[in-house]
DNA sequence: TAGTGGTCTAGACCACGCA
DNA sequence: GCGTGGTCTAGACCACTAC
């Protein structure tokens, strides 16, 4: 049995946005320009529009359009960026420190990232500040066949994930978060100046794009000093 | 400018959910026999429909009707149990111990739960096992007020929020949670045989019912041991 | 004013679960 | 076979945005 209509519309619509023929920022073609390439009827394309905006994979907006998101910043944190303060208050990341360099896969990120061990991976390490002090310290891999990456060098744009859309059309479309508690470890204590072994939230986050494919994986550590992973269940 | 139609639809199924004139575990009228009876078409009860069981709020299966969930233990599992193994297996968690008491509310708590401080609040103080270790501690928070519960003696359903809903028709509809990390405390190390001051997750959680009144808070610390709080972003 | 998405309706047919 | 939700269509009108 086929899929519903409107599920090959809306797998229509993503390789259109993962390919480039649609451009972040931009507006998809109305529901009736796209019904009419399509042969399908408004009602079909508007609840495969429906879908996309419940995923985050278009923003629609009335009078103006459906839109491919943009990795801008704003998004970025709204988006993807968790740490709040205690009573929910959003914080804002200021980075620190960057640096970039490539490493031979450790073993359990190589399965992750589906290389091989010892395969070169860029490793981007970064440390922000939280509320005027530093708070997290970053690990971000990824796959130079995948994003190239200037390996040392060339100043990073402040969003990596916008970095990825404009330079490579590779857009974040979900991430899989994986919270856990730690003791420390010495680099990171002294990059947030915090005592070895002291208890740190520890963030593995592995984030797909439109089609599926891993595009990176990072790991961050944060101090939780009246912050904390906020979410939301329903 | 009144709500759309479907918006008031979604309220009105939602107070009927609320006040116990649908049942958990039963169908909704059809779709047709609600529009008949609320004088609007099929189509907008649909979208109704739509958004709630979007939110989890009832659960369609065709061929057979639209249901209010159950607040079953394989529910509660599914749906607000978010600890899993580093590779996303999911667990199961095991009661060791359970133990009901009154205290009166702590000035953290208090104002979470609009109670005044020191209003007697029930404990509900549980451990429970994961992978056949004993892994976490939690103390559950409630206002006798809201959801009466013997203070001492009769035993506890397993799944607390089966005895919300079934014993209080209270049913949870959306809960929030502040994850974070800090040093295990005496009586969280000892009951779940681990250092004190060993690394613990810590998760603040909120739940609130149908109505959007906050009927539980609960403070849970976790032994994060290959295990970790899972959640998917888009 | 023109064009977009948002709401609402009406009706047809399909897929599923059960008696 | 019957009743349920699921899909698909067609068309009308509203609300918002830009020009």
Redesign the interface.
């Given at each position: 049995m086929p899929a519903p209509l409107y599920l090959q519309i809306r797998e229509i619509l993503i390789a259109r946005m993962a390919t480039g023929t649609f451009r972040p920022g931009h507006p998809l073609p109305s529901e009736f320009a796209l019904a009419a390439e399509l042969n399908v009827s408004q009602g079909t394309v508007r609840k495969a529009l429906d879908t996309l905006a419940?995923?985050?994979l278009v923003i629609r907006r009335q009078g103006l359009g459906t839109f491919m998101p943009e990795a801008t910043a704003e998004r970025a944190l709204f988006?993807?960026f968790?740490m709040?303060g205690?009573d929910?208050e959003s914080l804002i990341p200021v980075p620190i420190s960057e640096d970039i360099s490539t490493h031979p896969a450790p073993a359990h990120l190589a399965s992750r990232l589906s290389v091989a061990e010892n395969a070169p991976l860029i490793r981007i390490r970064r440390v922000r500040a939280l509320r005027h002090a530093p708070a997290t310290l970053e690990d971000i891999w990824i796959d130079p066949q995948i994003l190239p990456m200037p390996a040392n060098g060339a100043p990073l744009p402040n969003a990596l994930y916008t970095h990825y859309q404009r330079a490579h059309n590779i857009s974040i479309?979900?991430?899989?978060?994986?919270?856990?508690?730690?003791?420390a470890p010495a680099h990171v204590a002294q990059a947030i100046s915090i005592p070895q072994d002291?208890?740190?939230?520890?963030v593995?986050r592995d984030a797909y794009d439109l089609t599926g494919r891993l595009v990176e994986t990072r790991e961050s550590y944060?101090h939780?000093d009246g912050?904390?992973?906020?979410?939301?269940?329903?």
């Open positions: 419940a995923d985050n988006q993807y968790r709040t205690a929910g479309a979900r991430a899989e978060d994986f919270v856990s508690a730690t003791a002291a208890p740190v939230l520890l593995r944060f939780t912050i904390g992973y906020s979410v939301t269940l329903r």
